[in-house]
């Protein structure tokens, strides 16, 4: 498995520590920044991460912004990305099963680290039902390829 990570600077902290998380769980991941903590725009990491995972080059990507939102509405613009905002493991459990997720975005002023870290764990360690779940992502993929 690998995934790619990314954040603004808002989502520093829990990018660092999701970075120690994945080297834990043996995943090789690249980190694509932001490499400061001064002010920069969220697209600007959350669209090539994306572009990365639509490509087939990673088979997930974990994003990190204040809230998650602004990253996961720019993923989510990228033909092929299932970019899921997670706060929960309910919610992170359910996107991988029932969606096929395949990014996931969290906020840093919403959760803190150790919330984070069972987000991604649950999410990375959860596998996709199919069945009638299949149908219904198929016509989110057939809609985007029109
Ligand atoms: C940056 O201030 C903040 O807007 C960003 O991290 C994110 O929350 C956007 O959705």
Redesign the pocket.
Known sequence: MKVIIAS????ITIREEIKRLLEEMNIQYEDIGCSCET?VD?PDYALPAAQKVADGEYDYGILV???????S?AANKVKGIRCALVHDTFSAKATREHNNANMLAM?E?VIGAGLAREIVQTFLNTEFTGGRHANRVEKITSYENQ
Not at 8 to 11: A, E, L, Q, W
Not at 65 to 71: D, E, H, P
Request: glycine share 38%; proline share 0%.
């Open positions: 603004d600077h808002g989502g002010s969220y912004c204040g809230t998650g939102i602004g990253m509405i906020g002023r």
